[in-house]
């Protein structure tokens, strides 16, 4: 666990490093500090790693920054389709060599699907949206075991509405540091 | 202090039923010509105090609710015999009145109860049933269904349903987080237990044939898991949790195992597990998506939807030979397939396109009656005497249950006060 939240703080100031300087070659110096501050800090008390994870996490939600394909953590599908569509191409990639240099990193890529039709048959499409986005990362350089695979079909809606828009939001795989 | 929380647990249990009720079931749609019946209060053995429960009325709300009966209002009653020979048949005649029910319920010095009831037919001065069922307190609502099913049967055909119970899923909203449950209800709402509590998601619950055990999914544990719960007991157990999906469990009629889908082999396929063994078979072999199998009620076949042909359609495999073969050719949406008891039918969701509605698929020809207006209708299921459907539908309330009558002319709602409902499932007959 302690790895992992490392990964992720140091994810975070890296691409928030980049958004903010656009030079990478700073990144791993802060990333370095960073461990070690939370090292002391676990050790000394429980609650301050909640307060950590609290921040890596708000951290997270200002990366959409065009320029980094790491900061697309969904990918959206077209209706009843799990093909994925060319402009994730360049974030797959991104995520793909992040994994395959990363080899003690995991993700999970949790499948969606939007309300209509059947309850089960969408869990089966959330699957299988999640499936193909894993098949694409193993051939681009990820390990199998890297990528753990989770459907929620239609029951964990990012939107609760009843309408295309909705449902172009909720037709989605998150990819899960 | 042991005896006061003995006391407020009798009182707790004592409460009544209505509190717990929480599916408000109405009639929106019923058939043009209602056959017209009177039920009368029934008569109770003790000089003081009230009959511990209003058969007549548990009778009335029953056969009301059918869509099939015009029931005379308790205040409209000219009189209420519980003999044969106190009915003024000529009264009753100039009302028009076709048929009457009356009864008696009589405490016994055990502290059980006789009930006894008679269906007479006015016209005719002659009676069509009549029964006296000894029982126990706690059986009294059941008795109630168990004579509106005699009832219904007698002057409709069609065996009743009411005495069986129906499983729902509702979704509540605390704060940000989503409380499931999942509950089994009488048909009529009342009687209403939560069998399981979870914030993550529930789905699919599927009756043994028995009406004792529920399979249900489970998301506990951050990943989906097929459990089953003894009703009575609540104990359950996780029959699967393989990585990847497990999920749509269906009871096979013996009670012997269970079809699910599983995509530990890769992708979505389907299962059959012996639930004595836990060893699994694999019925289908594909690389599209296999999902929602269903019994057929000879145990013989498994009907399922696969995307195999481009879009979702309903194929039947024999479990034997494991060759599917597609049923459904109309629309391009056919899924969630339920056998009708008879086995000459399925009902499922269809659509042909934006809207998702509730449909009949009839094996003899193949073609598929669309029961539903939509626009967002799922989880069909029919009632064990194969007369209605229940269902999912979408509302401004978010999710609501509906049942249909087969040949579309009776329409219920089911409500729930507040929040979410779905995923219903009618239970098999109450032995």
Known sequence: ???????????????????????????????????????????????????????????????????????????????????????????????????????????????HADERGSREYNLALGERRARTVKQQMLLLGANSSQIRLVSYGEERPASDGHGDASWQQNRRVEILY | MKNFIRLFLICFLLLPFKSYAVLDIKITQGIEEPIPIAIAIFGWSQASGVA??????????????????????????????????????????????????????????????????????????????????????????????QISDIVFEKLTGIEGAFNTRVAYITVKKDNTKKIHALHIADADGHNAKILVESPEPLLSPSWSYDGGKIAYVSFEGKNSSVFIQDILTGNRTRVSKFEGINSSPNWSPDGSHLALTLSKDGNTEIYIMNLTTKSLKRITKHDGID?????????????????????????????????????????????????????????????????????????????????TDGPLDE?????????????????????????????????????????????????????
């Not at chain 2, 087969?406 to 239970?427: A, F, N, T």
């Open chain 2, 52 to 145: 511990p429960i209003d058969m007549s009325q548990i009778i009335t709300a029953n056969l009301t609710r059918s869509g099939r009966f015009n029931v005379m209002d308790v205040q409209d009653l000219p009189q209420s015999p519980t003999e044969f020979d106190a009915i003024s048949f000529g009264d009753w005649r100039k009302l028009g009145m076709e048929n009457i029910v009356i009864g008696n319920l009589v405490l016994t010095e055990s502290g059980n109860y006789n009930v006894s009831f008679r269906l007479i037919d006015i016209y005719r001065k002659k009676q069509i049933a009549g029964f006296r069922i000894p029982t126990k307190p706690n059986l009294l609502r059941r008795v109630a269904h």
């Open chain 2, 379 to 431: 989880s069909p299921s029919y009632a064990p005497n194969g007369s209605m459907v229940i269902y999912a539908t979408t509302g401004r309330r978010g999710g609501q249950l509906a049942a249909i009558s087969v040949d579309g002319r009776i329409k219920q709602r089911l409500g729930l006060h507040q929040g979410d409902v779905r995923e219903p499932s009618w239970g098999p007959f109450l032995k």
């Open chain 2, 291 to 371: 999902t929602e199998p269903t019994w057929s009620p000879d145990g013989q076949k498994l009907a399922f939807t696969s995307d195999r042909s481009g879009s979702p359609q309903i194929y039947e495999v024999s479990i034997k030979s494991g060759k599917p073969k597609r049923l459904s050719f109309e629309g391009i949406y056919n899924t969630r397939p339920r056998y009708a008891p008879d086995g000459k039918s399925i009902t499922l969701v269809h659509s042909t396109g934006n809207t998702y509605h509730i449909a009949v698929l009839n094996l003899n020809n193949g073609y598929i009656t669309v029961l």
């Open chain 1, 1 to 111: 666990m302690p790895t992992r939240l490392f990964f992720v703080i140091g994810l975070t100031i890296l691409l928030l490093g980049c958004s903010k300087d656009q030079v990478k070659e700073e990144e791993p110096v802060e990333v370095t500090d960073l461990n070690a501050d939370s090292t002391t800090a676990s050790n000394e008390d429980g609650a301050q790693t909640y307060g950590a994870e609290d921040e890596s996490s708000s951290a997270f939600s200002q990366l959409d920054d065009p320029q980094s394909p790491l900061s697309v953590r969904i990918i959206y599908f077209d209706y009843d389709s799990s093909e994925i569509r060319s402009d994730y191409r360049s974030a797959i990639e991104a995520h793909s060599l992040y994994l395959q240099q990363n080899p003690n990193t995991s993700i999970t890529l949790e499948g």
